[in-house]
Structure formats: structure tokens, C-alpha cells
């Protein structure tokens, strides 16, 4: 099992920044791919971007493209989403996942395991 936290969360003004941090634990997988996803209420949960594990290779929503930057840490098991030009349209619970294996980056249903997530809520 891999557990993973999420923090950072808060209220925020539109322009501002926010940095999120994912802290995984138990049987981490070195080629796992961490993505993180967001859900507004009465929205799906949607795909925000993505990192390899080993590779460092990336993808995100065309909606946060240039704004947002997903990084990680493998020696501390933790993934970050600094997001920056924050927008209210951003407001949502924002979750961390991560893969047993890579199988894709941008589909909800291949991520195996899930944060319980954190609030990210952006006033105009």
C-alpha cells in the first residue's frame, strides 16, 4: 500500500501563488508516474499534470499550462505543484495519486492510489 498526504492548501487572492506538497509512504514504486487532479463542486475531477518518477518527464492541463510547474523529490518520496497566476477558476480540492506502474499520465482511472486531498480556494 502507498499512502499519500497532501498540504499546502489555502485561500488565496487571484494573481497569488500557492506551492502543494504530496508526501508518499509504505511501498512507494521508483517508475510510478504522480499526478496531481482537482474537483470543483459539481465538477468531475480533472487532470492537472503529472510527473515520471524516474524520468522526470511532465504533462499538463492546457488550463494551467505555463502557470503551474509539477516537480518531485525522490529521495524524500514528495511531489509539488507550485501554482502560480492562480485564477478563481481554480478553486477546487486538489488530490495527489500515484501509479503502480506507468500507465499513462492524464487518465484518473490508471492512478491506483489517492491523497485525501487539500483545498485550494482562489478569490476575485
Known amino acids: 500500500q502507498v499512502q499519500l498526504v497532501e498540504s499546502g492548501g489555502g485561500l488565496v487572492q487571484a494573481g497569488g501563488s500557492l506551492r502543494l506538497s504530496c508526501a508518499a509512504s509504505?511501498?512507494?514504486?521508483?517508475?510510478?508516474?504522480m499526478g496531481w487532479f482537482r474537483q470543483a463542486p459539481g465538477k468531475e475531477r480533472e487532470f492537472v499534470a503529472a510527473?515520471?518518477?524516474?524520468?522526470?518527464?511532465?504533462a499538463y492541463a492546457d488550463s494551467v499550462k505555463g502557470r503551474f510547474t509539477i516537480s518531485r523529490d525522490g529521495a524524500k518520496n514528495a511531489v509539488y505543484l507550485q501554482m502560480n497566476s492562480l485564477l478563481p477558476e481554480d478553486t477546487a480540492i486538489y488530490f495527489c495519486?500515484?501509479?503502480?506502474?506507468?500507465?499513462?499520465?492524464?487518465?484518473?482511472?490508471?492512478?491506483?492510489?489517492w491523497g485525501q486531498g487539500t483545498q485550494v480556494t482562489v478569490s476575485s
Open positions: 510527473i515520471n518518477w524516474g524520468g522526470g518527464r511532465t
Open positions: 495519486a500515484s501509479q503502480k506502474y506507468y500507465k499513462g499520465m492524464t487518465l484518473a482511472e490508471t492512478y491506483d492510489y
Open positions: 509504505g511501498r512507494t514504486f521508483s517508475s510510478s508516474t
